[in-house]
DNA sequence: CTGTTAGCGCTTTCAT
DNA sequence: ATGAAAGCGCTAACAG
């Protein structure tokens, strides 16, 4: 980088002092109009910009906030980041992105990181790996407001969740109502409480519905990756075990499911109904296209950006965290069976 | 906020002075042992992280790179972020993330944002509406390494570039060859460089295969959205205007016009081959699944920023711009007819 | 109306 | 082996 302009510069430039500088930049009116005049059109000249971080080290405030994410490229989180960011960016603040890539030792990494550039804030959503919160919570007595987003976890602090059990009930209620006899549940990883979640909404609609469940129609799908649903569906079929519906952790798993019920030449949603969760931008283009609970992720960034603010702005020194679950939305499309109602 | 722990704090505590807690933490030789060990448990009782600002301001060095992306929501874009995240954490740099929302007047603010937080260099990728570069120049003039990503443009600055000519060129040879003898293309914004390459090498692969085209063949796909390829391609088949062949100018317009061809009961790719181009997520699931052109976001990404590294850490004033054009390559899936080939 | 001074947290030269 | 002092760029209290 070239030699920077400072307020220094122009000073010199001017022959007057910084402090006259700086302060004719900001409109000061016990400056006189002629010197704030003459420092502005100097300071447009040189293309003077004020160096953040000076400012912050001066400020003890940085308007950055930290982010940590798993994966960046997995739409979700993208539509959370992307929310982050327009909010942000409408308050004049910054983001540092981190992406902990589901790793706990670089989630550990990035928080230090963030903390070392001293954000005003932190948005995270946990790894997938995490079980142990040290880190998060020193953060917390650093001072530093956090807000955690989608995956619950046991740190006393402001949280914008997903209904993930209302999610999970919803899209069972359906199936159930829709006339299926059967139905399993590809379940996620179980240190994930949105897995338990959503096998817990799973086995609930199945209870009040009046329907027993047995161990055998929770199947976990370790990653919930598109080829182990696939694999795992397709060893069901061969063995004979009989169902007429899953309802997927994900909808990649849904995907995977789907293509393994076709290609045992049973029909979707005939045969076998099928729903997901997320919506990703694909459920809508596939064949079927695949009914899914649908999460909100864009407004979950801008709900987490905006609790933040709102604490990082708060004058009391300890703030009641507050928990935002945003409801869920079951996207009927064409993988499940058109459901007749009636209403009473 | 709450009180930060700093060097001073360490000294007062020790009742040494600040410049010794400072060696000794980076154990410098010149610090007795018994002082360096003292200084370190203490930092370590208290927790002590130096603070990235002040080091920042006394270096003139922030081990920040700011990324200026146009919309974190695509999938070509999450991957590129994703790519320059995992070499910048590597090499112990972070990421300001800013997205210009295709938005010339936002990455114009995202600009600025950045060289105020004296971020070491810059990975950009130009917005849809950018015809004007001179706050990109601007950035240069103040000495702030700049690479480009993607999206072509005039300023004189190394880019990391997809190979559009070819990528068009070879999926259009590929229609051809299959087959096609009327091919038509749905064409993006032409003031994007890329656009205008997709489209060239349309045109070129026809002229080498000593077929004429004629300006009816490439139709003007707007923001090359679904919906917009939906609506065109379903006139186009109600004008009983003929084609058996259509190569989009992405994916999202491909799917459009996949839709559009299946609900007129024509087949694919029976009837018609499809091609899209970058290999979205849900290429692979549609169906039939589409055959595509893939884009390296990820290899872009980690390219790009590994250029940025390299030109930042050059002692040389000036730097010859690099061009990188990273090869695409050819996603055969089911949209398109098997090419019987003939080695000659 | 403007200048002087101190200090944000850190490193580094220069003394001792 | 350690300390004092200056300075990175900026602001704000204080002085005049």
């Known amino acids: 980088m070239k030699s920077q302009v400072t307020l220094k510069e122009l000073a010199r430039k ?7 500088v700086s302060r004719a930049l900001k409109d000061n009116t016990e400056i006189s109009i002629e010197t704030r005049i003459r420092v502005k059109k100097l ?8 160096n953040a971080l000076a400012l912050s080290l001066r400020r003890s405030k940085t ?4 982010v940590i994410l798993p994966e960046l490229v997995h739409f979700f989180f993208s539509t959370v980041i992307s929310g982050i960011e327009d909010v942000t960016f409408s308050k004049e603040y910054n ?3 981190c992406q902990s890539n589901e790793s706990l030792e670089r989630e550990i990494s990035n928080c230090k990181a963030l903390f070392n550039h001293r954000v005003d804030g932190i948005i995270a959503c946990i790894s997938k790996e995490t079980t142990n919160y040290n880190h998060f919570i020193a953060l917390q007595e650093k001072g530093i407001p956090l807000v955690f987003v989608d995956r619950e976890n046991p740190v006393d602090a402001s949280k914008i969740i997903s209904g993930d059990f209302n999610g999970a009930y919803d899209a069972t ?8 006899k059967r139905i399993i549940h590809l379940a996620g990883p179980q240190n994930l409480v949105l897995s338990q979640e959503r096998m817990n909404g799973f086995l609930k609609a199945h209870q009040e519905y009046g329907i027993a469940t047995d161990e055998n129609q929770i199947v976990r799908c370790g990653g919930g990756e598109t080829h182990e649903a696939f694999e795992i569906v397709r060893n069901l079929i061969e063995k004979k075990y009989l169902f007429d519906g899953i309802f997927a952790v994900n909808d990649m798993a849904a995907v995977g499911a789907l293509k393994a019920v076709q290609s045992a030449k049973l029909r979707v ?4 109904s099928i729903i997901g969760y997320s919506d990703w931008a694909l459920c809508a283009f596939i064949s079927p ?13 801008t709900k987490a950006a905006e609790l933040l603010l709102k604490e990082m702005h708060s004058k009391d020194t300890f703030i009641e965290p507050s928990i935002i679950v945003l409801p869920t939305k079951l996207i009927l499309r064409e993988s499940t069976r058109i459901l007749i109602q009636n209403d009473h």
């Open 95 to 97: 983001v540092i992105l």
């Open 269 to 272: 949603p005939e045969d076998v």
């Open 14 to 20: 001017l022959g007057i002092a910084t402090s006259t």
């Open 289 to 301: 296209p695949l009914t899914t609970v649908q999460q909100k992720g864009y407004e979950m960034g």
């Open 43 to 50: 300071a447009t000249e040189l293309n003077y910009e004020p």
């Open 173 to 180: 209620q359906y199936l159930l109502k829709s006339g299926c």
């Open 63 to 66: 308007y950055t906030i930290g």
